[in-house]
C-alpha cells in the first residue's frame, strides 16, 4: 500500500517527508496509512520568511481588510469541507464530530471576521480604553494603543481538533496582522495538512501570511525573539517543558497554554429526577463522555451531584450510555467512534487503572463491548467507562487524573459549599457546568468558583433549547483556565486578537493623540467647515472637521410645552419650590432631552443629502442644568469615520452642547450612516 505523504509548507515551498517521518495509523483499523515530518526543515528560513515577507504584507492591510479576508478564507473552506469530512474518518471522529471541528472552525472565522469589521477600526491602530487627562487643561493626554507584534505566531496544536484547532488560533492572529506557523499533532495532520493546502491554493492569503510543520518543530522555539508567539494546546507535562525552556524565559517570549483540565459539572440541589434538569443532566454528562471518543479537552471529567441523587445519577446516565453505539465513524448509526490512535487508546486505559484506585467502575467493561462496522481488536475502540468515588474528599487521582477519553467520575456532594470545593480540586479547568433554576445556588457557584474556571456555564429548562453545551467554546467568550488549565485565554473576540499585539501607552498634546489614532479627541485642532457637514459625502468628510452653530434660548414655554407633549412632568420640570429643594437644580429647568432635541434643530441640515440615517447615541452625560431664559448651542466635529459596505460609512460625531456663558451642559456621540 503505498503510504500518504504529509507535506509540510516552508518558506514558500512545499516540503515532502524524508527518513525520519514518524508513521500514522488509521484510527479505525489500526493500519499505518501515512507518514509526516522531515528533520531538515529550515526553521530559520520559516521564521525570517514569516516575519519579512508575511508580516510586513499583513501590517500594510487594515483590521477590515484582514477581517474580509476571513471572511473569504472562512467561505472557501466552506466550499471544499466534504474532502475533509471524508479524511477526517481515518481519525475514528464520526460526521457529528466533523460538525464540531470542521463546522465549528469555519465559524469561529466567521466570528472573528464579523467582530473585525463592527469592532475594530479601519486602520491599522487599535485604540484601548478610554482617554487619560494628564494635566489640568487638557493640553497633555494619555491612550493606550494596540499595533501587530512584528514576528511570528507558532501555533501548536492538539490531535482532537485538526481544523478548529487550528482556525481558533489563525483567526485572531491574522486579524492582528501577524503571520502563523501552525504545527499540529503528528496523529492528525494529514486533516490540518488538507485544510492549510485549501487555503493556500485560494490565493486570499498574501505570501508568508500561513505555513505549516507536518511533524516536529526541530529547534524552532530555540530562535524565536521576544517579537515573536507562542500558542499552545496539550498536555501540562509538554506545556511546561516548551514554556521553561531558558530561551523562552530570557527573552520573554510570550507563551499562552490551554492544557490538562479536571473539567466539572455540578447538579444543583433543586435538580431533582421529577425535574427537566435532572434529564438535562443526564444528556449534557452522556454527551460530553461520548462526542468525540470523550477526546476534548472541556469534557465533563467529574461529576458533581447530592449525595442522595448518586445513584439515580449513575442508573440514568448508565441507561443512556448503554445505548451509544460504538463502531466505525463512517456509518450512520454511530455515535461514538473511536480514539484517535490505538497509542492513546493505552494511553486512556492506564489512566483509567490509576483512577480505579480510588473509585469504583460501575458502567463500561473495556474487554466485553460491542463495535458496530470495524474491527474492535484493531482499531482504537473503547467503551465508555463510568466511575465512583465514594470518597472524594480523600481521594486525590480522581482530582489530577485525566483519562482523555470516554471516562467520568461521579461523587457526592453533602451541600453546595461541598460541590464547590470538588469542583475546585482540580486546580483549575478550562469550565464547570451547573444545572440549576436556582438563581442563588448560581450566585454562590459564580462567588466560590469563577476563580478556579475559566468559564461557568449554567444551564436549566428556560435556556436549554439555545444552549451551545457545556463542552462548546465560542469565539465570542475566552477560552482557557487558570492554573492546571494553563493560564491562557484564547477566543473571547478581540481578546483573542490582543494576543499577538503590544499594548503601548502614548503620551503627548491632542493634536498628536488624534493623528496617531485616527480619532478627534477633544482639544486637538479644529478644520472650519466651508459648507455644512451634512452636505457632504462620506469619502470628503475630513477627522476634526467641525461645525459651530448659532444659539438658542430655551424658554419656559418650550419646557412647559415639552413636558406637556411627552408626558413628562418630572417636578425638576415644574415645580419650582420642589426644584429648589433638590441639590442638583437652581429651580426649574429644561428637560436634558429637550435640549438633545433643540441640539440636533441646531445641527441637522433638514434636506435630501448623504446622511442617510441616525443609528444612534453613545456616552450621553448632561453636567449642568439650563434654566428658562439660557441660550445654548453647539459644537459638531468629525470624530471618526468607519467603511460599512461599498454603499455607506459610518461616521462618529463629536457633539459639545455650551450654553452662553460657555459652559459645557451636554456631551455625547452621534452616529450617522453616510452615503460615499
Same mark, same amino acid.
Given at each position: 500500500?503505498?503510504?500518504?505523504q ?10 515532502t ?13 489500526g493500519?499505518v ?18 516575519r519579512n ?5 499583513l ?19 466552506? #466550499?471544499? /469541507? ?25 465559524s ?15 486602520g491599522h ?7 487619560e ?8 493626554l ?40 501552525? #504545527? ?9 495538512e ?37 500558542s ?5 507535562q ?6 521553561s ?31 427537566p ?9 452522556s454527551?460530553?463522555?461520548?462526542t ?5 479537552c472541556?469534557?465533563?471529567?467529574r ?8 445513584q ?7 441507561k443512556r450510555?448503554?445505548k ?15 480514539l484517535?490512535s ?8 492506564? /489512566?483509567a ?6 473509585a ?62 470538588? @469542583?475546585?480540586?482540580?486546580?483549575g ?7 440549576? =433554576? ?43 483556565g ?5 493560564g491562557?485565554?484564547?477566543?473571547g473576540?478581540? =481578546? ?26 477633544p482639544?486637538a485642532?479644529?478644520? @472650519? ?6 452636505t ?13 452653530t ?16 411627552t408626558g ?13 429643594r ?43 442644568p439650563?434654566?428658562a ?5 453647539? =459644537?459638531?466635529t468629525?470624530? /471618526?469615520?468607519? #467603511? ?33
Amino acid at each position: 500500500m503505498t503510504l500518504l505523504q504529509v507535506n509540510s509548507f516552508a518558506a514558500g515551498q512545499w516540503i515532502t517527508p524524508d527518513a525520519s517521518a514518524r508513521p500514522i495509523e488509521d484510527a479505525v483499523t489500526g493500519q499505518v496509512f501515512a507518514l509526516a515530518g522531515n528533520a531538515a526543515l529550515d526553521v530559520q528560513a520559516m521564521l525570517e520568511y514569516g516575519r519579512n515577507t508575511g508580516g510586513p504584507a499583513l501590517r500594510a492591510l487594515t483590521f477590515h481588510d484582514r477581517a474580509r479576508m476571513l471572511k473569504a478564507l472562512a467561505a472557501h473552506i466552506g #466550499k471544499h /469541507k466534504q474532502a475533509l469530512y471524508d479524511l477526517s474518518f481515518k481519525s475514528g471522529a464520526t460526521q457529528a464530530d466533523h460538525m464540531i471541528d470542521i463546522d465549528g472552525g469555519i465559524s469561529t472565522m466567521f466570528v472573528f471576521a464579523s467582530k473585525g469589521r463592527r469592532e475594530m477600526p479601519d486602520g491599522h491602530i487599535y485604540v484601548d480604553g478610554e482617554l487619560e487627562q494628564l494635566s489640568r487643561n487638557g493640553s497633555f493626554l494619555g491612550q493606550h494603543i494596540c499595533t501587530p507584534l512584528q514576528g511570528v505566531a507558532v501555533h501548536i496544536n492538539a490531535f482532537n481538533f485538526p481544523v478548529w484547532g487550528m482556525l481558533e488560533k489563525l483567526a485572531p492572529t491574522l486579524l492582528a496582522g501577524v503571520p502563523a506557523i501552525v #504545527k499540529p499533532a503528528t496523529a492528525t495532520c494529514y486533516v490540518t495538512e488538507l485544510c492549510v493546502r485549501i487555503m493556500l491554493e485560494s490565493g486570499i492569503l498574501p505570501a508568508g501570511a500561513l505555513q505549516l510543520v507536518s511533524g516536529g518543530l526541530g529547534d524552532m522555539l530555540d530562535h524565536l525573539g521576544m517579537q515573536d508567539v507562542v500558542s499552545f494546546t496539550g498536555s501540562a507535562q509538554t506545556a511546561l517543558k516548551l514554556r521553561s525552556a531558558p530561551h523562552i524565559l530570557e527573552n520573554s517570549i510570550r507563551f499562552t497554554a490551554e492544557q490538562d483540565s479536571l473539567n466539572g459539572s455540578i447538579l444543583g440541589p433543586d435538580a431533582t429526577p421529577d425535574t427537566p434538569e435532572f434529564d438535562l443532566f443526564i444528556k449534557e454528562v452522556s454527551r460530553e463522555m461520548t462526542t468525540k471518543a470523550g477526546q476534548k479537552c472541556t469534557a465533563i471529567r467529574r461529576i458533581i451531584a447530592p449525595e442522595a441523587l448518586v445513584q439515580p445519577v449513575i442508573e440514568a446516565l448508565s441507561k443512556r450510555l448503554a445505548k451509544t453505539v460504538i463502531g466505525a465513524p463512517d456509518l450512520a448509526k454511530t455515535r461514538m467512534g473511536a480514539l484517535v490512535s490505538n497509542g492513546q487508546k493505552r494511553d486512556v486505559l492506564e /489512566k483509567a487503572n490509576i483512577i480505579a484506585t480510588e473509585a469504583e467502575r460501575v458502567f463500561g467493561n473495556p474487554d466485553d463491548f460491542t463495535v458496530t462496522g470495524a474491527d474492535g481488536t484493531k482499531g482504537a475502540f473503547l467503551p465508555p467507562m463510568l466511575f465512583h468515588c465514594a470518597d472524594p474528599d480523600t481521594a486525590v487521582r480522581v482530582h489530577d487524573t485525566e483519562a482523555f477519553g470516554p471516562v467520568s467520575t461521579v461523587m457526592g456532594y453533602r451541600d453546595l459549599e461541598h460541590a464547590i470545593a470538588l @469542583a475546585n480540586k482540580g486546580q483549575g479547568s478550562l469550565v464547570a457546568s451547573v444545572i440549576t =433554576r436556582d438563581a442563588d445556588v448560581a450566585r454562590q457557584v459564580a462567588i466560590g468558583a469563577a476563580a478556579f474556571h475559566g468559564r461557568l456555564y449554567f444551564n436549566n429548562r428556560d435556556s436549554m433549547k439555545e444552549s451551545t453545551g457545556h463542552g462548546s467554546p465560542l469565539p465570542h467568550m475566552v477560552h482557557g483556565g487558570p492554573g492546571r488549565a494553563g493560564g491562557g485565554e484564547e477566543l473571547g473576540g478581540v =481578546r483573542g486578537v490582543m494576543h499577538y499585539m503590544q499594548r503601548t501607552a502614548i503620551q503627548g498634546s491632542p493634536d498628536i493623540l488624534s493623528a496617531i489614532s485616527g480619532t478627534w479627541i477633544p482639544g486637538a485642532t479644529e478644520l @472650519a467647515s466651508a459648507v455644512h457637514p451634512f452636505t457632504q459625502r462620506f469619502d470628503a468628510l475630513k477627522i476634526g472637521q467641525t461645525l459651530h452653530t448659532a444659539p438658542r434660548i430655551v424658554t419656559l414655554e418650550d419646557i412647559e410645552h415639552f413636558a406637556d407633549f411627552t408626558g413628562d412632568n418630572f417636578y425638576a420640570h415644574m415645580d419650582d419650590a420642589a426644584a429648589k429643594r433638590n441639590p442638583f437644580f437652581p429651580g426649574r429647568v429644561a428637560h436634558g432631552y429637550l435640549l438633545l432635541s433643540f441640539a440636533a434643530g441646531l445641527f441637522v441640515e433638514p434636506n435630501e443629502g448623504p446622511v442617510l440615517a441616525n443609528t444612534g447615541l453613545d456616552n450621553l452625560r448632561f453636567m449642568q442644568p439650563v434654566a428658562a431664559g439660557e441660550a445654548i448651542k453647539v =459644537r459638531l466635529t468629525v470624530k /471618526k469615520k468607519t #467603511k460599512r459596505n461599498e454603499e455607506y460609512g459610518e461616521v462618529r460625531w463629536h457633539v459639545s452642547v455650551t450654553n452662553d456663558t460657555a459652559a459645557l451642559v451636554a456631551e455625547y456621540e452621534l452616529l450617522t450612516m453616510v452615503a460615499y
